[in-house]
């Protein structure tokens, strides 16, 4: 399978369950799009936020990708750990 395109981005929200906002941030993948896939294939990802937000803020990444020749976008929604 061929991942065409990945967009990942960071979001929080406040700790009592605020709506999540996306926080400016620059992300990277390793490897870069497009990417052949297989079962056991990992995509690491890293962002630098531009700013550090609450210290008791709910946090998240969340990632769309695109898969060669459909129109479907998958998400992944993953809660960082705080």
């Given at each position: ?26 992300c ?52 960082i750990?705080?």
């Amino acid at each position: 399978m061929l991942v065409e395109t990945i967009v990942v981005s960071l979001e929080t929200a406040a700790a009592d369950g605020s709506t999540w906002t996306t926080v400016p941030a620059l992300c990277s993948t390793t490897p870069a799009p497009p990417v052949r896939i297989a079962t056991s294939t990992r995509i690491a990802y890293e962002c630098l936020p531009s700013s550090a937000g609450p210290t008791d803020a709910r946090r998240r990444v969340v990632v769309l990708a695109t898969i060669a020749g459909s129109d479907e976008v998958f998400r992944i929604v993953s809660e960082i750990p705080g």
